[in-house]
């Protein structure tokens, strides 16, 4: 029988360790030598539906006895294996973890830590099960070890649960990452408003966007240009005294950023009630949107000066008797028309309906020449033509025209539009 003495088993599970100390001292009277199960039938049921199980471990006689349905496949190795007790318990622990086993196992046997040991154990038939071993050591009057009583814990459902918290730990910190990369890429800041503290809780992208040195408490209307804050302030309160609304608020204002050239932002935000409609916090994304401003406004005033070229354009040709115009080849029909001659009388006409009805009042001698001249400039490859023709006026005047025209061809060289002037 090997001498090896056990150290005293500390600390159960967390929360049982009251029921342990019932439990040991139910047992503290049972002899060593007490027939199988003794100490353990009121218990039995109770603890195989946690995933528990209890040993006790005679050190003396260096036997052990054991719960339930540990008992007899236990038992049967105890046996099989004309082995002592300890050595048959440490060889079902994984060859991986026995080194460490022995060395814990040691230290709480010297008094110098609890008898709490996580490891793993591999079965005969090559199932491998996470467990925790919690117990405790009587000892004699001369403090010598004499019985261990102790708990298996089946941790293999928290092994599961801990593995499937930590990979969703793991998707949420990948898509945070990848939150995170988006919106630095995108030039997007995430901030929050506690609107009880006044405190301002953001992603630390904030202050470089707006040019601002940090601040826990700023209020975010100082954030804003003077010029725009009145109307971006009376949107906010808008949002903030409805106790109805919840809404996402878009706001695009130019900023107050102390740089030389004008900046602009865009930003959406959301804000957050108690029980009784009260606003308690205020979220938001913000990004930069200063070229898409200034492009726009580029844009209308580029809208705006050709308006008034065409404008004086309208007047020049309507003074001067000329009729610019644009003729899709494709839907064989004007596509843009300038002011129309007057002397035509069409101005009523839809500009679909333009081409037949300026047919009709051409001359039936001329209407050859509306229709060939410019089928023979295509089929020559020209660039430019230009014909006369004559109408019947609506004064009932003949009246003599003139056209000039571009002929305009797409990437290909196939014949796009015509355009030109009469």
């Known amino acids: 029988m090997k001498s090896q003495a056990f150290a005293r088993l500390r600390h159960f599970a967390i929360g049982t360790s009251r029921w342990f100390a019932g439990v040991g001292a139910a047992l503290a009277n049972v002899h060593p030598a007490a027939p199988h199960g003794t100490a353990f039938n009121g218990l039995e049921q109770l603890t195989r539906n946690a995933g528990v199980r209890i040993w006790e471990w005679d050190v003396v006689r260096n036997t052990m006895h054991f719960s339930g ?7 049967a190795e105890l046996a099989a294996a004309n082995s002592d007790a300890d050595t048959v318990m440490l060889n079902k622990v994984h060859p991986e973890d026995r080194a460490r086993y022995r060395m814990e196992f040691i230290r709480a046997l010297k008094g110098e830590a609890p008898m709490e040991i996580a490891y793993r154990v591999q079965e005969r038939d090559g199932t491998i099960r996470p467990v925790q071993l919690r117990g405790e050591v009587f000892r004699n009057l001369q403090g010598r070890a004499i019985r261990v009583l102790g708990l298996t814990i089946d941790m293999s459902d928290q092994a599961l649960a801990a593995t499937l918290l930590a990979e969703h730990a793991e998707r ?19 901030w929050e408003k506690d609107l009880v503290t006044g405190e301002l809780i953001n992603d630390g992208s904030l202050w470089p ?20 804050r009145v109307q971006a302030a009376a949107a906010i309160r808008a949002l903030l005294v409805d106790p109805t609304q919840n809404a996402i608020l878009p706001l695009r204002h130019r900023t107050a950023n102390p740089r030389p050239e004008p900046q602009y932002v865009q930003t959406h935000m959301r804000v957050y009630r108690d029980a009784s409609g009260a606003a308690i916090r205020m979220m938001g994304v913000t990004w930069d949107v200063t070229k898409e401003v200034l492009h726009a406004s580029e844009l209308e005033s580029k809208a705006a000066q050709e308006s008034a070229l065409i404008e004086r354009l309208n007047v020049t040709t309507k003074a001067a008797g000329i009729a610019p115009w644009e003729f899709d ?9 300038g002011p129309r001659p007057p002397c035509f009388g069409l101005d009523h006409v839809p500009l679909k309906d333009y081409f037949r009805s300026l047919a009709d009042i051409i001359l039936p001698e001329d209407r050859e020449i509306l229709l060939q001249t410019p089928r023979e400039a295509i089929a020559k490859q020209l660039d430019s033509y230009e014909y006369v023709f004559r109408v019947k006026g609506i004064d009932g005047e003949i009246h003599h025209m003139q056209n000039y025209a571009r002929i305009m061809r797409d990437e290909r060289g196939q014949v796009r539009y015509i355009v030109g002037v009469t």
């Open 172 to 190: 949420q910190t990948q898509l945070l990452s990848r939150l995170k990369l988006a919106t630095e890429t995108a030039g997007i800041s995430i």
């Open 69 to 75: 349905d540990l008992a007899e496949a236990y038992d």
């Open 209 to 228: 966007l707006f040019g601002m040195p940090p601040s826990a408490t700023l209020n975010p209307k100082d954030l804003i240009h003077e010029d725009d």
């Open 329 to 337: 080849i494709k839907s064989d029909c004007f596509s843009w028309h």
